[in-house]
């Protein structure tokens, strides 16, 4: 008989007082599948200390049992085919860092197109054709699949049309070259706030955009996901992905506010029927971690000054909630009395979050 999980993550505003009951309830059916947990290489690395890199894949990647990697590719108006290949080479291919990730299982490849948040100056149709010009001919030239990729990473100042005729503009480019296995993630807004609800309404309410999607995505920051974004997801047969999450600023050894924060936030997603979660950046360097203003963007940091790792505390809670929520596990609705769907979003948090799983 498969076995439930259902970890807690207690707010800093949880009082101690044993007479504070919250009573959960789990619903009998499952809302979704846990398909996918991964993370990002971040854009530039300076090449690290023998052993390091293989260290840090193994730990990130292996470690953390993770299936899926972003990866980044400049897609500004200025940038061409070419070197948007070229750029992509160099991060990912010469350093070896993709090859690592891969043998420490990552199967899926996720493209994040980064162009900045400003709306688009060129027409939504050559942006596309552009786009999927360069997955094509990382598949030709270097035998690379892009399995997924977003439109553009955080279109903050996109309209939800452009977010629309977007999506269709990239389907029909990548269906007229043969790729129509690679799927399409939209929006991937920064936070999940009302405008990243009209993207994501606008997508669902055009039956050419939402046929052309595998999933609607967004971004879990100071707001994580949502009752109303589950619920305009819910029913569409999509999945529901968070490509970005995570923390910023300076981050000390010992940081549990981080660590909770983020280990909140992946559980009140799996609550709200996300289907893939994606921590924001895997690994990079420092040339002096005490002065480094985002180190906490990162699990694992190495040192250049002091010639050591850093290892967030972030790490070793995704750690364990790997072990509660593995790829595969069916995530059951839970609710609390008092507490409701326990969301995790900007302003006062719930005195816990909670998601509930049956193992596999």
Same mark, same amino acid.
């Given at each position: 008989?498969?076995?439930?999980?259902?970890?807690?993550?207690?707010?800093?505003?949880?009082?101690?007082?044993?007479?504070?009951?919250?009573?959960?309830?789990?619903?009998?059916?499952?809302?979704?599948?846990?398909?996918?947990?991964?993370?990002? +290489? !971040?854009? &530039?690395? =300076?090449?690290?200390?023998?052993?390091?890199?293989? $260290?840090?894949? @193994?730990?990130?990647?292996?470690? /953390?049992?993770?299936?899926?990697?972003?990866?980044?590719?400049?897609?500004?108006?200025?940038?061409?085919?070419?070197?948007?290949?070229?750029?992509?080479?160099?991060?990912?291919?010469?350093?070896?860092?993709?090859?690592?990730?891969?043998?420490?299982?990552?199967?899926?490849?996720?493209?994040?197109?980064?162009?900045?948040?400003?709306?688009?100056?060129?027409?939504?149709?050559?942006?596309?054709?552009?786009?999927?010009?360069?997955?094509?001919?990382?598949?030709?030239?270097?035998?690379?699949?892009?399995?997924?990729?977003? +439109? !553009?990473? &955080?279109? =903050?100042?996109?309209?939800?049309?452009?977010?629309? $005729?977007?999506? @269709?503009?990239?389907?029909?480019? /990548?269906?007229?070259?043969?790729?129509?296995?690679?799927?399409?993630?939209?929006?991937?807004?920064?936070?999940?706030?009302?405008?990243?609800?009209?993207?994501?309404?606008?997508?669902?309410?055009?039956?050419?955009?939402?046929?052309?999607?595998?999933?609607?995505?967004?971004?879990?920051?100071?707001?994580?996901?949502?009752?109303?974004?589950?619920?305009?997801?819910?029913?569409?047969?999509?999945?529901?992905?968070?490509?970005?999450?995570?923390?910023?600023?300076?981050?000390?050894?010992?940081?549990?506010?981080?660590?909770?924060?983020?280990?909140?936030?992946?559980?009140?997603?799996?609550?709200?029927?996300?289907?893939?979660?994606?921590?924001?950046?895997?690994?990079?360097?420092?040339?002096?971690?005490?002065?480094?203003?985002?180190?906490?963007?990162?699990?694992?940091?190495?040192?250049?000054?002091?010639?050591?790792?850093?290892?967030?505390?972030?790490?070793?809670?995704?750690?364990?909630?790997?072990?509660?929520?593995?790829?595969?596990?069916?995530?059951?609705?839970?609710?609390?009395?008092?507490?409701?769907?326990?969301?995790?979003?900007?302003?006062?948090?719930?005195?816990?979050?909670?998601?509930?799983?049956?193992?596999?």
């Amino acid at each position: 008989m498969a076995a439930f999980c259902l970890p807690f993550v207690l707010s800093g505003q949880a009082s101690s007082a044993g007479s504070d009951e919250i009573l959960l309830t789990v619903e009998p059916e499952a809302a979704q599948i846990f398909q996918g947990f991964g993370s990002s +290489l !971040a854009t &530039e690395l =300076e090449p690290l200390p023998e052993g390091v890199l293989p $260290d840090f894949s @193994k730990r990130v990647f292996g470690d /953390l049992k993770m299936n899926v990697v972003r990866l980044w590719a400049p897609i500004g108006e200025r940038e061409t085919v070419e070197t948007m290949l070229a750029t992509f080479a160099r991060r990912y291919l010469e350093s070896g860092r993709l090859e690592l990730a891969r043998q420490h299982g990552v199967t899926t490849l996720l493209l994040a197109p980064a162009r900045g948040e400003e709306a688009p100056a060129e027409p939504m149709a050559d942006y596309g054709r552009k786009l999927a010009e360069f997955i094509l001919q990382l598949k030709d030239r270097h035998q690379v699949t892009i399995h997924v990729t977003g +439109l !553009a990473n &955080e279109p =903050e100042r996109f309209s939800p049309q452009q977010v629309v $005729d977007g999506v @269709k503009a990239l389907r029909r480019e /990548l269906d007229q070259r043969g790729l129509q296995e690679v799927g399409i993630v939209a929006p991937e807004r920064a936070n999940n706030d009302r405008a990243s609800l009209e993207m994501i309404e606008a997508i669902c309410e055009d039956p050419e955009a939402l046929k052309g999607v595998r999933g609607l995505s967004t971004h879990s920051y100071s707001m994580a996901a949502n009752t109303l974004i589950a619920d305009a997801i819910t029913g569409r047969n999509k999945e529901f992905w968070i490509t970005e999450a995570g923390n910023t600023g300076h981050e000390e050894a010992g940081d549990t506010q981080r660590a909770a924060s983020l280990a909140a936030r992946m559980l009140n997603d799996l609550n709200h029927r996300v289907t893939h979660w994606i921590q924001f950046i895997a690994y990079a360097d420092s040339g002096n971690l005490s002065l480094d203003k985002d180190n906490a963007t990162k699990l694992l940091v190495f040192d250049r000054k002091t010639g050591t790792t850093f290892e967030s505390l972030q790490y070793p809670y995704l750690r364990m909630l790997r072990v509660a929520f593995p790829t595969g596990c069916e995530v059951h609705p839970l609710t609390a009395e008092p507490g409701g769907d326990l969301l995790n979003s900007h302003g006062p948090k719930p005195k816990l979050n909670a998601a509930a799983a049956r193992l596999p």
